[in-house]
């Protein structure tokens, strides 16, 4: 079974950095594209960033040049470099991956950017 946990969110003010991670476990790690999706309240959960086992990577329109998504197989890690935060940044950031034809999410890690 899969399993994913993120870490890294907190309280930041906007224009600061945060680096959030997602540990995946199991030898699927390096086959699969691992995304980062994130959900605000009240909102539907949206995409974020994707990287393919390629390491081909794709953003949403409102994040490019200023999220980076990045992997490190060898620690069956995949990481999103936040910098130049917004407000509108805020919210509860999963990662997600597919396996067997099922979708796997972890639990989430928030993020709460100040103005």
């Known amino acids: 079974q899969v399993q994913l946990v993120e870490s890294g969110g907190g309280l930041v003010q906007a224009g600061g950095s945060l680096r959030l991670s997602c540990t995946a476990s199991g030898s699927i790690f390096s086959v699969n594209g691992i995304a980062w999706y994130r959900q605000a309240p009240e909102k539907q959960r949206e995409f974020v960033a994707v990287?393919?086992?390629?390491?081909?990577?794709n953003y949403a329109d409102s994040v490019k040049g200023r999220f980076t998504i990045s992997r490190d197989n060898a620690k069956n890690t995949v990481s999103l470099q936040m910098n130049s935060l917004k407000p509108e940044d805020t919210a509860v950031y999963y990662c997600?991956?597919?396996?067997?034809?099922?979708?796997?999410w972890g639990r989430g890690t928030q993020v709460t950017v100040s103005s």
């Open positions: 990287i393919h086992s390629s390491g081909s990577t």
């Open positions: 997600n991956t597919n396996e067997g034809g099922l979708s796997y």
